[in-house]
């Protein structure tokens, strides 16, 4: 990829996403999983461009969405809506209805409350509610806090006994239909044991409730698969999926999964301009264009990101690689040797395609990067970059 050249023709900061890598993982995960019905739901959290979206429901993705706007984003771009999931700790009512309208193929519950809501709701407009019910199996996902949720002390799910007394009433409602169950621990899992064990504890539970004639189509084992950011071991996708289906037995069942960052993560790179080179006493700065507000990851969660230099390999020594907000939180990269910059080298931020551009904002009144995407050797604009009237619209008519 020349990232000179794409930096000159869309400006910086910029994420350039590779098409192609993203084919190539949905179809490496579809794959592995090809002995059995499957239907791999891409998180669109990760990465929600249109064009992105478009691109996996070409190749035949189901999608895994965390509010109505997902949902939208996900019809908007082609999806099939019995290939759709709405997940989520607290959907509004109006998410529910539009949902429940939109006929997608489940939802997702997380505690009781929600169920006799959404129960309310789908009789109040006559119809029939595909239903889901996410587990917190209290395995440890071992990950980041911030990004581990199958403990018991995380926000998400319901702990088996609650579930099954879930599908109980379910199943003798009148308004909802339980078709799935559901779990999720953790994302960046670089180790699949957790996974595999959480399987292994709702593949039972299953189980259990086959025998009070509840019948499981779908076994979502949620999204997670850690990828390399810097030296961490690449999962192995059979024996994660071999996992999953030993833990399965013969049940006959769709296996879900929905992955995010394994399949977005690696095709991103967020480009950015050095401003200046700055020292104060012995310590060096490299200040760049771009900013937490546009990849707040590092700021974050203090994520490791490969960071180079395009044409340069030398090194000049340590620096810090920080962006222009007033927060000593906006840094890319602390301590990393990299080479002597001059104003206007572009630097480039690996891994950046899964939970960059998607988790940005306009923090300093700043408008957020454009989004092109490479396929086939050509470029294009996915996303224009936002300009100050785009910042400012909402709130103009009101001064
Ligand atoms: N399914 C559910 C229910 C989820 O909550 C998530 C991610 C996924 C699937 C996709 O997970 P993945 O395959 O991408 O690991 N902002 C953080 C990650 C937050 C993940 C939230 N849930 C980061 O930048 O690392």
Redesign the pocket.
């Known amino acids: 990829m020349d990232f000179n050249e794409l930096a000159r023709e869309y400006g910086t900061p910029l994420y350039v996403y590779d098409f192609d890598y993203i084919t190539n993982r949905y179809n490496m995960l579809k794959d592995a999983f090809s002995a059995r019905k499957s239907l791999i739901c891409y ?1 669109v ?2 990465n929600s461009n249109l064009s992105v979206l478009k691109l996996l429901a070409s190749l035949g993705a189901g999608f ?1 969405c ?1 509010s109505i706007g997902e949902v939208r984003r996900a019809l908007l771009a082609g999806a099939k809506k019995y290939q759709i999931i709405l ?1 989520g700790v607290g959907k509004r009512d109006d998410e529910l209805e539009e949902a429940l309208k939109s006929d997608i193929l489940m939802i997702n519950l997380e505690s009781e409350a929600e169920m006799y809501r959404l129960e309310d709701i789908t009789k109040k407009l006559n119809l029939k509610a595909r239903i889901s019910i ?1 587990v917190n199996p209290d395995v440890d996902a071992k990950t ?1 806090p ?2 581990s ?1 199958g403990l018991n002390e995380n926000k ?1 799910g319901v702990d088996i006994n609650t579930a099954k007394k879930m599908y109980i009433h379910a199943k003798n409602s009148a308004a909802l239909e339980p078709v799935g169950v ?1 779990f ?1 621990i953790g ?3 670089t180790n699949i044991e957790p996974i595999i064990e959480a399987a292994g504890i709702v593949s039972e539970l299953m189980r259990e409730l086959k025998a009070l004639e509840i019948d499981i189509k779908f076994f979502d084992v ?5 990828i390399i950011y810097q030296n961490e071991t690449d999962i192995s996708l059979y024996d994660y999926a071999q996992g999953i289906l030993a833990k399965l037995g013969g049940q006959d069942v769709t296996i879900v999964c ?5 399949i977005v993560g690696n095709a991103g790179y967020f480009l950015t301009s050095v401003l200046y080179e700055k020292f104060n006493k012995q310590k060096r700065f490299i200040i760049v264009d771009g900013a937490m507000n546009d990849l707040i ?1 590092p700021s ?2 203090g ?1 490791y990101h490969g960071i180079s230099v395009v044409g340069k390999n030398t090194s000049a020594g340590a620096c810090d690689v920080v962006g222009p907000i007033c927060e000593s939180g906006d840094f890319f990269a602390k301590n990393l040797n990299l080479p002597a910059c001059e104003s206007g080298d572009i630097i480039v931020i690996k891994s950046a395609g ?2 960059g551009f998607s ?1 940005s904002s306009n923090y300093n009144s700043r408008a957020r990067a454009a989004e092109v995407a490479v396929q086939d050797k050509a470029h294009r604009l996915i996303r224009k970059r936002e300009n100050f009237e785009d910042i400012i619209a909402l709130e103009k008519e009101f001064i």
């Open positions: 998180a959290k990760a895994d965390v997940s996410r980041h911030y990004i949720t998400f559901h999720h994302s960046q899992l949620g999204g997670g698969i850690g929905e992955p995010g960052r394994f990851r974050l969660y994520a899964a939970y988790m």
